[in-house]
């Protein structure tokens, strides 16, 4: 299996940047495709990045376009990837998980949940009016 550990969650106020880091472990071989998700409470799970391991080609929801980035830093069986967010706004508040995906299939490059078979626990963002 495939095990995704987040870190670097925050409280900062709106204007202000985090840098998300997932570490993945286990086999390399099931994590064609890496994302970031968020969850505000009440709402359902969003999609925000996807890489792929592969190559590093990126997607992003058009919310998160010129603010988010999405990168990885592969070594062996390791990896960890990263999610840079700038100019942060209230509504981007909420429950970031890493998620990976067995093989890049159209849900996963839509960054779609159906698409990932591998989460993590999550890590608070909270960004203050």
């Known amino acids: 299996g495939v095990q995704l550990v987040e870190s670097g969650g925050g409280s900062v106020p709106a204007g202000g940047s985090l840098r998300l880091s997932c570490a993945a472990s286990?086999?390399?071989?099931?994590?064609?495709?890496m994302a970031w998700f968020r969850q505000a409470p009440g709402k359902p799970y969003e999609g925000v990045a996807v890489?792929?391991?592969?190559?590093?080609?990126?997607?992003?929801v058009d919310s998160t376009k010129g603010r988010f980035t999405i990168s990885q830093d592969y070594a062996h069986a390791e990896n960890t990837v990263y999610l840079q967010m700038n100019s942060l706004k209230p509504e981007d508040t909420g429950m970031y998980y890493c998620?990976?995906?067995?093989?890049?299939?159209?849900?996963?490059?839509?960054?779609?949940?159906?698409?990932?078979?591998?989460w993590g626990r999550g890590t608070q963002v909270t960004v203050s009016a």
């Open positions: 286990g086999s390399a071989s099931i994590r064609a495709c």
């Open positions: 998620a990976a995906a067995a093989a890049c299939t159209a849900a996963s490059w839509g960054i779609r949940t159906e698409g990932y078979n591998f």
């Open positions: 890489i792929a391991s592969r190559d590093g080609t990126t997607n992003y």
